[in-house]
T-cell receptor, first 111, second 109 residues
Framework: EPEVTQTPSHQVTQMGQEVILRCVPI?????FYWYRQILGQKVEFLVS????????KSEIFDDQFSVERPDGSNFTLKIRSTKLEDSAMYFC?????????FGQGTRLTVV | KNEVEQSPQNLTAQEGEFITINCSYS?????LHWLQQHPGGGIVSLFM?????KKHGRLIATINIQEKHSSLHITASHPRDSAVYIC???????????WGAGTKLIIKP
């Protein structure tokens, strides 16, 4: 069965450092998303990406965040200068015809 | 006010029981998703609905667009069904999903 893969599964970083979270969406999907879930809270939408550009983003997705599709397979989320409150589980998803497939998530811990 | 409300927040049942989890939403939607989140955090899509009813194995999902309500049912529940079940809606033509807080289900043997 096709799956979305995310790496790393867990990343610990120091406050102020840049992190890049990586995702490999399902190959024929055209829509890509990042979501995050702070421990004990709801999942929150960050950004959606289609046709090599951002199609929607939430208020959370400020200037410290960026997304890229550097090649035909990877989809990355960069956090430029991490803060303690960026600690969360980050999920990548891809979809075709609306049905979304999720990766297993990257647990980011900012210390 | 939360745009997506789920009930109950927590549900503990015995193996074999019929389970119902409810979801109400306040916005216009183009689709509603039911998802399952396991203790390790991974999320699996179970259903995407825009009308009527869908069935997959022991899982049934229904939606009433007029009442802005959806239910997820599990028949013959099993301990391996223990997880957090989340309802998420796709408003209008937007790409994003608005998520409920989830229902934590524990099935005891």
């Amino acid at each position: 069965e096709p799956e979305v893969t995310q790496t790393p599964s867990h990343q610990v970083t120091q406050m102020g450092q840049e992190v890049i979270l990586r995702c490999v969406p399902i190959s024929n999907h055209l829509y890509f998303y990042w979501y995050r879930q702070i421990l004990g809270q709801k999942v929150e939408f960050l950004v959606s990406f289609y046709n090599n550009e951002i199609s929607e983003k939430s208020e959370i997705f400020d200037d410290q965040f960026s997304v890229e599709r550097p090649d035909g397979s990877n989809f990355t989320l960069k956090i430029r200068s991490t803060k303690l409150e960026d600690s969360a589980m980050y999920f990548c998803a891809s979809s075709e015809a609306g049905y979304a497939f999720f990766g297993q998530g990257t647990r980011l811990t900012v210390v | 006010k939360n745009e997506v409300e789920q009930s109950p927040q927590n549900l503990t049942a015995q193996e074999g029981e019929f389970i119902t989890i409810n979801c109400s939403y306040s916005v216009g939607i183009s689709a509603l998703h039911w998802l399952q989140q396991h203790p390790g955090g991974g999320i699996v899509s179970l259903f995407m609905l825009s009308s009527g009813k869908k069935k997959h194995g022991r899982l049934i999902a229904t939606i009433n667009i007029q009442e802005k309500h959806s239910s997820l049912h599990i028949t013959a529940s099993h301990p391996r069904d223990s997880a957090v079940y989340i309802c998420a809606v796709r408003p209008g033509s937007n790409y994003q999903l608005i998520w409920g807080a989830g229902t934590k289900l524990i099935i005891k043997p």
